[in-house]
């Protein structure tokens, strides 16, 4: 977890002031460009931008652990795919009302959708497992038009001078956001009471978490996501948006709702699920994560 902006030192301060008056400015001009220029355009300056913080390296080193089991990629390609769909991202973070209505359109299948509805009609609570994939956005998207009241819960940026307009380009494709920590949780579980939708990204390294197997190694996962649908009787549903070839619209894939049992075994059917579709789509999954660490 990042910590609190008022632990920082002054140096830490004028630091992330500089660079997030650097990135503010990046976004306000890029804003000046046409959204079917502008997304792909982020692709690109994102992708030049990674190699000079090494993140190619990152993604180099990720691939070369988990070999043999991706030894046929190439980890040039796989991270100018990885770093253009971050650079997308971003543009259609910062954008709202093209990105929103693509997101709107967008076809939601799988299995996951009739299970969110049977639980919705029952009103019992739903948690949507995702994963920095795609774009998770757009999942949260989708489904707030269709008429769900999502909830989310988030890892506040280190930055914080960044963090507050992130928060709020966020809440610009629903508002009811939970801050990851003390005070974010009871909201969640709040809401959750209540019946409610969340989201939950469950693919970052998770101190306390259990290793489980990704890509044939372990990576440190919270099961945090499976005791909280075991203690609230929520649905687990795991939920990708899948970048289509056009590089600008999506699918919403759905996959089937995770049986309930003990959280160690839940966690591992996530891991399996998020597994499955990084296979199909690799250059969509954040390869630059240190996801293994140990």
Same mark, same amino acid.
């Given at each position: 977890?990042? %910590?609190? =902006?008022?632990?920082?030192? *002054?140096?830490? +301060?004028?630091?992330?002031?500089?660079?997030?008056?650097?990135?503010?400015? &990046?976004?306000?001009?890029?804003?000046? %460009?046409?959204?079917?220029?502008?997304v792909?355009?982020?692709?690109?300056?994102?992708?030049?931008?990674?190699?000079?913080?090494?993140?190619?390296?990152?993604?180099?080193?990720?691939?070369r !652990?988990v070999? =043999?089991? /991706?030894?046929?990629?190439?980890?040039? $390609?796989?991270?100018?795919? %990885?770093?253009?769909?971050?650079?997308?991202?971003?543009?259609?973070l910062?954008?709202?009302?093209?990105?929103?209505?693509?997101?709107?359109?967008?076809?939601?299948?799988?299995?996951? /959708?009739?299970?969110?509805?049977t639980a919705r009609?029952?009103?019992?609570?739903?948690?949507?497992?995702?994963? !920095?994939?795609?774009?998770?956005?757009?999942?949260?998207?989708?489904?707030?038009?269709?008429?769900?009241?999502?909830?989310?819960?988030?890892?506040?940026?280190?930055?914080?001078?960044?963090?507050?307009?992130?928060?709020?380009?966020?809440? *610009?494709?629903g508002?009811?956001?939970?801050?990851?920590?003390?005070?974010?949780?009871?909201?969640?579980?709040? +809401? &959750?009471?209540?019946?409610?939708?969340?989201?939950?990204?469950?693919?970052?390294?998770?101190?306390?978490?259990?290793?489980?197997?990704?890509?044939?190694?372990?990576?440190?996962?919270?099961?945090?996501?499976?005791?909280?649908?075991?203690?609230?009787?929520?649905? /687990?549903?795991?939920?990708?948006?899948?970048r $289509?070839?056009?590089?600008?619209?999506?699918?919403?894939?759905?996959?089937?709702e %995770?049986p =309930?049992?003990?959280?160690?075994?839940?966690t591992?059917?996530?891991?399996?699920?998020?597994?499955?579709?990084?296979?199909? +789509?690799?250059?969509q999954?954040?390869?630059? !994560?240190?996801?293994?660490?140990?």
């Amino acid at each position: 977890m990042p %910590v609190d =902006p008022s632990e920082l030192s *002054t140096w830490s +301060h004028v630091k992330y002031f500089g660079s997030n008056l650097f990135l503010r400015g &990046l976004l306000l001009g890029a804003g000046l %460009v046409p959204y079917r220029l502008r997304v792909p355009m982020m692709g690109r300056l994102v992708t030049a931008m990674g190699r000079l913080a090494g993140f190619d390296k990152r993604v180099r080193n990720n691939l070369r !652990h988990v070999s =043999p089991e /991706l030894s046929g990629l190439d980890p040039e $390609q796989l991270y100018r795919d %990885v770093s253009d769909n971050a650079g997308r991202m971003i543009a259609e973070l910062y954008d709202g009302g093209t990105f929103y209505e693509k997101a709107k359109s967008a076809p939601i299948t799988g299995p996951g /959708l009739e299970a969110l509805e049977t639980a919705r009609a029952a009103g019992r609570p739903v948690l949507l497992a995702t994963a !920095h994939f795609g774009n998770y956005d757009a999942a949260r998207a989708a489904l707030t038009a269709r008429g769900h009241d999502m909830g989310a819960l988030y890892r506040r940026m280190a930055n914080p001078y960044f963090n507050e307009h992130y928060v709020a380009a966020m809440k *610009t494709t629903g508002e009811l956001m939970f801050e990851q920590g003390k005070r974010g949780m009871v909201e969640l579980v709040r +809401h &959750l009471k209540k019946g409610g939708i969340a989201a939950i990204v469950t693919d970052l390294y998770a101190q306390g978490g259990e290793p489980i197997d990704f890509f044939g190694k372990p990576a440190v996962t919270s099961t945090v996501p499976a005791e909280l649908a075991l203690k609230f009787g929520a649905a /687990l549903i795991p939920v990708y948006a899948v970048r $289509q070839e056009n590089g600008l619209d999506f699918e919403i894939i759905m996959n089937a709702e %995770v049986p =309930p049992s003990d959280p160690l075994t839940m966690t591992k059917a996530l891991t399996a699920d998020l597994e499955s579709i990084v296979r199909k +789509h690799t250059g969509q999954w954040f390869w630059i !994560h240190r996801r293994w660490k140990t």
